[in-house]
């Protein structure tokens, strides 16, 4: 055998347990992220400098115009751009959790659209804008994820695989009510709402990370404490419940904050595909990980979401195109290996 | 082979207890049971009063009262769809009950919190599913969960629970293994260490002795004995094999369409009439040449 899988750290009474090779990806998880968002600051059309961005951290910014830009254009946009990719990764692992299935995220199973949904409804039929849309979008997720919680529901319990199906189904309804939408609306009114449905991080400002960002950490650690229960439910509600886990209580109060999530998430840059499909599943399979790692999955949102960001920025040939497409083309290519890889590791299946 | 016994009024000791002239078997009551049978040296820990328990607004068990034999081997045995597993999942709140109470130590166990009745009761559920990519000792590590918390994820007791699980359960040589990877019967015994790492008092198992063969079964059983008798825990289990069911258990359950016709020693109980009358069976019962037991030959 060679080194142990797990870390104990014991303290007194206390103890924690850390998967070694998860924590190193999380290690070098982040120091991408660091990487990244420094990259992230420099690229536009002003160059800015490592230095100039320690100066401006410090307080003596070079000049006015470097501060602006740096706190009040890139530095908003980079943190929508982390925050919603670690909301999306956390609201996967667990939505990937509760359905015991690898493609159980929140844009499969529904939400997504019904935040579209909303917001569509906010901006064609009341021509809303800016802040409202958020709010708009924030009610058409939640208002789908409790509909597809209570359709999904059958005998106070919800399974696993209705949950995904009725998912699917309540989302086809609202793909078409958002098509149908965009056909009937003034055509202005609709080139702006298509515009949020390819989901972008462009001009985001400060309105849109509050928001976001308070969710997260209000909502990250409540969520951590429940991943364990979550847990132990992948081995089937019979185990889990004889073994101490209120099954019902965890599965919906987990659902609701995942579902939080991913609203805080598509309500700020719209939609964004695969980022909560991907995220939870590479972490897991690179961490080795027996079950979804919550901690590794936000990150490597994050890690993703800021990559197809860098990629639309830095494409060659002016080929900038919305983060929610790179995001989706990235995924698309994600799930072909994930598969083609299964197929070629497990035989045909 | 010549059968040595024909008569179905053989018995090594003379033991037809129950009375079973009552057309009903409903009537097959369980205070004819056994009077001679050893004084219920404790009392139960684990009731049942009323016990109504339903799938889908449909009953499968009605008012059932039982008492868990404290500090016995029961065995639950009946015919498929008696309500044997349900049953079991409503005596650790796995299943709420439409109707009634279960009682532990005289409290509901509704009210208890989940993590405090699972310190008591453990149960091997008939369908459990190991994640994938989880090692034997990660997962048998799982049965401490109970016990742990947020912030005591792993103590240096819970360890030595574990390895001692996996001793028993005879999986510890399998501990790094990948739980996937192994075959039926192992990773039944995977989750039997699991139960055992639980560390409860009382201990329900759901046909434990599926997907293992004879052998296995056997090993198993033995076990069980063994956590009865040397370390007092009470165990329920729903068994299959009447003969093993016999040799096996202190204490017979015996159900049909979700209620308990009769309870008792398997000695007192074993007759004929109840083959018939339970599994629709024409067999007779002889003695066990090894454990002096009942056993059941069909015809």
């Known amino acids: ?349 | 082979m010549p059968l040595i016994v024909r008569s179905p009024n053989y018995y090594p000791n003379p033991l037809p207890v129950i009375r079973q002239s009552e057309a009903t078997l409903n009537a097959i009551s369980r205070s004819h049971n056994a009077p001679n049978q050893q004084p219920i040296t404790k009392t139960p820990r684990l009731q049942a009063q009323g016990l109504s328990l339903s799938y889908a607004g449909k009953t499968v068990s009605a008012d059932i009262s039982m008492g868990v034999e404290e500090g016995k081997f029961s065995v639950i045995i009946g015919p498929n769809g008696c309500g044997k597993s349900t049953l079991l999942r409503g005596l650790c709140n796995l299943l709420p009950p439409s109707a009634g109470q279960v009682l532990l130590d005289g409290h509901d166990i509704e009210r208890l919190p989940p993590r405090k009745l699972a310190q008591e009761i453990g149960l091997l559920p008939q369908s459990a599913q190991a994640p994938p990519g989880i090692t034997v000792v990660d997962l048998v590590a799982r049965g401490r969960y109970p016990h742990q918390g947020p912030f005591r994820q792993q103590s240096a007791e819970d360890e030595r629970i574990v390895s001692m699980a996996m001793d028993a359960a005879g999986v510890a040589d399998l501990a790094h293994h990948d739980v996937e990877a192994l075959s039926g019967g192992q990773r039944q015994r995977v989750w039997i260490a699991l139960v055992l790492a639980q560390e409860t008092p009382i201990l329900l198992l759901d046909e434990p002795t599926t997907y293992l063969d004879i052998a296995h079964q056997l090993e198993l059983l033995s076990l069980l004995r063994q956590l009865n008798r040397e370390r007092g825990r009470t165990i329920v289990a729903v068994l299959h094999d009447l003969n093993q069911a016999c040799r096996y258990a202190d204490h017979l359950v015996v159900m049909i369409a979700g209620k308990i016709v009769a309870e008792g020693t398997p000695k007192a109980l074993m007759t004929p009439d109840l083959l018939q009358q339970v599994f629709g069976l024409d067999g007779i019962i002889i003695d066990d040449p090894i454990s002096h037991t009942p056993m059941i030959v069909p015809r």
């Not at chain 1, 998860?22 to 990487?35: D, E, P, S």
């Not at chain 1, 939408?181 to 055509?187: A, E, F, R, S, T």
């Not at chain 1, 994050?302 to 989706?328: N, S």
């Open chain 1, 1 to 349: 055998m060679t080194t142990a899988p797990n870390i104990i750290l014991r303290w007194r009474g206390w103890s924690l347990l850390l998967a070694r090779r998860a924590l190193w990806l999380n290690i070098i998880l982040f120091g991408l992220l660091v990487i990244g968002s420094t990259t992230a600051l420099m690229l536009g059309r002003l160059p800015i400098g490592p230095q100039e961005i320690w100066q401006v951290i410090t307080g003596n910014a070079p000049s006015r115009a470097v501060e602006h830009v740096l706190t009040d254009i890139r530095l908003p946009r980079l943190l929508v751009t982390i925050g919603a990719g670690a909301a999306l990764g956390a609201s996967g692992a667990v939505f990937q959790t509760i359905s015991r299935n690898p493609l159980g995220s929140p844009d499969v199973i529904g939400f997504t659209a019904g935040a579209a949904t909303g917001a569509l409804i906010w901006i064609i039929g009341f021509g809303g804008t800016g802040a409202n849309v958020v709010l708009a979008a924030m009610a058409g997720a939640l208002l789908t994820g409790v509909g597809v919680y209570l359709l999904a529901r059958k005998d106070g319990r919800v399974s696993a695989y209705r949950l995904v199906l009725t998912g699917i189904g309540v989302g086809a309804v609202l793909h078409a009510v958002n098509a149908l939408l965009l056909v009937k609306g003034d055509l202005d009114v609709a080139i702006s709402a298509n515009l949020w449905l390819a989901g972008s991080v462009d001009g985001r400002d400060w309105g849109h990370v509050w928001p976001l960002w308070l969710g997260l950490i209000a909502l990250m650690g409540p969520m951590l404490l429940g991943m364990r229960p979550l847990g132990m439910m992948e081995m089937g509600d019979d185990l889990a419940g004889p073994l101490g886990v209120p099954v019902e209580r965890v599965r919906r109060w987990m659902l609701l904050g995942a579902l939080i999530l991913a609203a805080l998430a598509t309500s700020a840059t719209g939609p964004i595909a695969f980022v909560a499909l991907a995220a939870p599943q590479l972490a897991r399979r690179l961490g080795r990980a027996p079950t979804q790692p919550l901690i590794g999955a936000t990150l490597f949102g994050a890690c993703l979401m800021l990559g197809a960001d860098l990629l639309t920025r830095i494409a060659p040939f002016d080929l900038t195109m919305p983060i929610g497409q790179v995001t989706g083309i990235i995924g698309g290519v994600y799930l072909i290996w994930l598969l083609a890889g299964n197929r070629l590791r497990n035989g045909p299946t």
